[in-house]
């Protein structure tokens, strides 16, 4: 907690495969840290569209960057101990900034300039959902240095995080992110807790559980549910918002999705295939596809691992694989260069056939699985 209280500007991170319940959390971790008088940015690596969960705070919401911006201030240095400035102008021309200053008396050479990195904007990184610091995407590809050169407190619940924070909020025996930062809050400032920010860390304990219906669900799960509910999360507005408020075209894209079930009952395995043709005949676009993994695991009991191909407007193949456990997306994935967590893997095949494609990933998996 004290590593919280000394930041002045922290950062949320979103990483790849954040899902709903990484985007919820972070809105509930922000509400926080906003009670603390603290400006929060959330900036998230996850390409998925969470316009369903606008409801939790549609403002906050909004302001969740795909990328870092203004991260750190540059300063150009000028010494003016012997000559003093007068004015001070500039305007850029032909791309280029120019800066003009008249001094008072004297003038000044190259040795007296200097130019230098000023601090960075944040002061604090927070994680949230990340197995390693890789998974944070192009948000730590693009700024390494930001991440090795900043304080990081690390939120997360899976086996195989490799606690690379400076603070590591990390519990293998919850079920989600909402209910680690329940039990983050909880024990560290109770009073903090609003109807807000329940609702919000229960929203994701819903959607990461598949409303509790998963097997990892705990007694402890349930208590922290009840808790949380008794704080005042809205229950019934979340289950609206998640899985009854979906639209006629998003409904349609599932609807071809589900009709084409393939599955492999003895491996645990199923999958589906969306060309570009059925986003068309939807009327709708790869926003919509936010919920068809799960929906295709609650559609078959014995499924372990689901698999969903689909074509984007391109016609590049994108594979969305999603592992419970004992079983590891990343390394069933490893040699397609997968993108994500443990839980959950994006593969790309720029110029690649969707037939091909799926031919390709269920023979691996096939394989994979019979060798376990």
């Known amino acids: 907690m004290k590593t919280i209280e000394r930041a002045k500007a922290p950062l949320i991170v979103i990483p790849n495969g954040g899902g709903a319940d990484g985007f919820a959390s972070a809105l509930g971790i922000a ?34 960057e795909p990328e870092l911006k203004n991260i750190r201030s540059y300063v150009i240095q000028l010494d003016v101990s012997k000559t003093a400035p007068d004015e001070l102008s500039y305007d850029i021309l032909d791309g280029k900034l120019h ?90 400032a109770p009073e903090l807790f609003d ?66 079930l393939k599955s492999d009952p003895e491996r645990g395995l199923v999958w589906t295939v969306l060309s570009q043709q059925d986003f068309l005949h939807a009327g709708t676009s790869e926003e919509a596809l936010s919920g068809i993994v799960e929906e295709l695991i609650s559609s078959s009991p014995v499924a372990k691992i689901a698999v969903l191909f689909f074509e984007d407007a391109d016609r590049n193949t994108t594979a969305l694989v999603h592992t419970t456990r004992p079983h590891d997306a990343i390394v069933l994935c490893m040699p397609f ?13 720029p110029n690649k056939r969707i037939v091909d494609v799926e031919t390709n990933i269920i023979g691996h998996l096939k394989q994979a699985l019979t060798r376990t």
Not at 38 to 44: D, E
């Open 99 to 188: 800066i003009f200053l008249q001094p008072r008396s004297g003038g000044w050479s190259k040795d007296d300039l200097n130019f230098a990195h000023g601090t960075y904007r944040h002061d604090l990184i927070i994680c949230m959902g990340a197995k390693r610091l890789e998974d944070c995407g192009r948000v730590f590809e693009d700024h390494p240095d930001f991440f090795y050169r900043t304080p990081i407190v690390n939120i997360d619940h899976a086996p195989g995080n490799e606690h690379f924070g400076h603070v590591n909020v990390v519990d293998m025996t919850s079920t989600s992110l909402g209910e680690v930062c329940h039990d983050f809050v909880a024990g560290c």
């Open 195 to 260: 109807e807000e920010m329940a609702t919000q860390f229960l929203t994701g304990m819903i959607a990461k559980t598949r409303s509790f219906r998963s097997q990892n669900v705990t007694p402890k799960t349930l208590q922290v549910a009840s808790a949380l509910m008794g704080k005042g999360a809205k229950r019934d507005k979340i289950v609206d918002h998640l899985y009854r408020t979906r639209s006629i075209e998003t409904l349609r894209l599932w609807g071809r999705a589900l009709a084409r």
């Open 31 to 64: 509400r926080f840290l906003r009670k603390l008088e603290k400006p929060v940015h959330i900036v998230t690596a996850d390409k998925e569209s969470m316009n369903h969960l606008h409801f939790l705070d549609e403002e906050a919401a909004k302001r969740i």
């Open 337 to 349: 260069k997968p993108a994500g967590t443990h839980e959950e893997v994006r593969l790309l095949f």
